[in-house]
Nanobody
């Protein structure tokens, strides 16, 4: 079984930076896409950034130019470098790993809180 554990969340002032890390405790399936999602209380969980096993990335428009997702396949980790943080970035951030082809799979971390003050 795959377990994902996030770290690096915290409180930061607007304009500051944080780096989130996610470590997989089990063996990931082949061709898994890894990335980050976030959820504001009362709202749907939304995509932040993803990266394929081949290194292709995808970002939400709201974070392009500010966030960078990086994957370290040998370590089974994925990071999210967040720069120029804004109050609207405040959310619980979740690590995710999934396959979108058969056999499909989907794994979530427990989440880490990021709070950006003005």
């Amino acid at each position: 079984q795959v377990q994902l554990v996030e770290s690096g969340g915290g409180l930061v002032q607007a304009g500051g930076s944080l780096k989130l890390s996610c470590a997989a405790s089990g063996r990931l399936p082949g061709a898994a896409i890894m990335g980050w999602y976030r959820q504001i209380p009362g709202k749907e969980r939304e995509l932040v950034a993803t990266v394929t096993s081949g290194g292709n990335t995808n970002y939400a428009d709201s974070v392009k130019g500010r966030f960078t997702v990086s994957r370290h396949n040998a370590k089974n980790t994925v990071d999210l470098q967040m720069n120029n943080l804004k109050p609207e970035d405040t959310a619980v951030y979740y690590c995710n790993a999934r396959r979108i082809v058969t056999p499909r799979s989907n794994f979530w971390g427990q989440g880490t809180q990021v709070t950006v003050s003005s």
